[in-house]
């Protein structure tokens, strides 16, 4: 099974500034999907940022990209201008590519803190 | 996005009591899946379904079961609660139309209490 690793449980960052939160990943696979979660304290889950394997440019949304290295198997989350509402748990997620059921896996999470 | 919802929110139960958590998605979504969250762990997938009377298990299904006799209906059932179930779980959902496509849809979660 595919393992993925988020080393912070907590980070802090001052509101206007950027954070970069890391998360690596064990697999064997060449074509599969990341993602990253935000989970607010109203405990909804919602979807940050995709990246595909196959391709080599990174991913942006906004005042979110991602620094996604595959021969790393490194995939971390550049947050830039942090607001209050960037406040969240934050969840690397991946899942092997393909019309399949392949289920999620997903990182132990980290904590954000965004100081006024 | 599609519509899922869970429920109930919260849930209060005792040892020993059967519990039975609903997801009902208003399209016609393919996959399902049950999750459940603990601190230190992420979520983890407990069972899946790929489509009517079709499931299967996740890493951490001992305990539960699941059913799906529609395809808008995915219910799991904690067939005898224990503390260890004490948790949030969420339903999700996956598109399955297109290459580009694979995100996942959560409901709001379901947060269940076993004293």
């Known amino acids: 099974a595919q393992t993925v690793t988020q080393s912070q449980p907590e980070m802090s960052v001052q509101e206007a500034e950027t954070v970069t939160l890391s998360c690596t990943y064990d697999?064997?696979?060449?074509?599969?999907?990341l993602f990253w979660y935000k989970q607010p304290p109203s405990r909804q889950m919602i979807l940050v940022i995709r990246?595909?394997?196959?391709?080599?440019q990174n991913a942006t949304e906004n005042r979110f990209s991602v620094n996604f290295q595959k021969a790393a198997k490194s995939f971390s989350l550049k947050i830039s201008d942090s607001q209050l509402g960037d406040a969240a748990m934050y969840f690397c997620?991946?899942?092997?590519?393909?019309?399949?059921?392949?289920?999620?896996?997903f990182g132990t999470g980290t904590s954000l803190t965004v100081i006024p | 996005d599609a519509g899922i919802t869970q429920s109930p929110r919260h849930k209060v139960t005792e040892t020993g009591t059967p519990v039975t958590l609903r997801c009902h998605q208003t399209?016609?979504?393919?996959?399902m899946y049950w999750y459940r969250q603990d601190p230190g762990h992420g979520l983890r997938l407990i069972h899946y379904?790929?489509?009517?009377?079709?499931?299967d298990k996740g890493e951490v299904s001992d305990g539960y079961s699941v059913s799906r006799s529609k395809t808008e209906d995915f219910l799991l059932t904690l067939e005898s609660a224990t503390s260890s179930q004490t948790s949030v779980y969420f339903c999700?959902?996956?598109?399955?139309?297109?290459?580009?496509?694979?995100?996942?849809?959560f409901g709001s979660g379901t947060r269940l209490t076993v004293v």
């Open positions: 399209e016609n979504h393919r996959y």
């Open positions: 697999t064997s696979e060449s074509d599969y999907y």
């Open positions: 379904s790929y489509g009517v009377k079709d499931t």
């Open positions: 997620a991946y899942r092997s590519a393909g019309n399949t059921g392949n289920q999620f896996y």
């Open positions: 999700a959902i996956r598109e399955i139309r297109n290459r580009e496509s694979g995100g996942y849809t």
């Open positions: 990246q595909e394997a196959y391709k080599q």
